[in-house]
């Protein structure tokens, strides 16, 4: 379960969101400048919320409330995948440096699998 | 002549590489990191290269001298007397060559759509690495381009280079004091021979440079 309740300001634009997602797929769904983009950054962390929190089956992922000790953990520990609106290969990478890039940077002996396998 | 041009050389070579360093890491973090004062470093860089190299050299000849604050501090601790050495000469190079180099990487770094690093950084990648398999192999064109215009600065650096380090044959005689020294005592066919190859020289790298990265630039 994804729980949230965040508020974020950019500019004038001001983004407060709270709810619950349960497992399976949910579709977020608004108008173009609504925040959806703005609300996936910062479940993914490559946004600051200004307040509130986020926390991803029982695991705080972000916590900031009045006074309380501020927690964020880093992108890189998030274990959350995202797939960008343009779908950003590396342009200097072969496709298989592409397909590596993400799982070298996990436990490479729970994997058990080098590249070529993983292309197989 | 040969002598003045390997100097030149190796000073050339030794002040781009600890420019190339400086420069690059300042405009990461200038660009890319939260920093504080981040204006007033930037306007510190790019005054360099407008003030006069002679003002350049006087403020290096003040610091390095043996009264000096970082004189006094390298003699002081490792018996190390910089002005008036090849080493002066690196310093001066490498300090009037750094705002190219900075501003190159500096463009080269903002040319990089962020969310590359975004894209790295949700993919389970800590800053450091981005820096190295995403930001620097992606800005490769504009850091190359900056290490071509160093080397060529910091090969003609002369006025800094005079002040801080003088024009001592054989030791701090680099080829842009040469050829000025070599006019004032009227040896014009040295002259003329050292302002030759400077010239083809730079002409040649750039050129190259240019022809290099036309072939290599990857980006779509």
Redesign the interface.
Known sequence: MLYFNVEKNIGTFNLKCEGEFLEGVTVIQGASGSGKTTFLNLIAGLLVPDRGEISLENKVLYKKTEGGKKIDIPVKRRDIGYVFQNYHLFPHMTVLDNIMYGIINQNKEKLGLTGAEKLE | MWTPILLSVKVAIVATFIAFITGTLIAYFLTKRSVPFKNFFETLIILLLILPPSVTGYILLYLFGKRGPLGMLLLENFHLQVVFTWGACVIASSVVALPLMYQNAKAAFLSV?P??E?????????EV?IFF??LL??S?PGIISGIALTFARALGEFGATLMVAGNIPNKTQTIPTAIYYAVQSGNSPLAQQLVVLMTVFSFLLIFLMNMYLKKKD???
Not at chain 2, 118 to 126: E, P
């Open positions: 759509d969310s590359y975004k894209a790295a950084r949700t993919l389970g990648s800590g690495k398999t995403v192999p992606l490769y990857f980006r779509l």
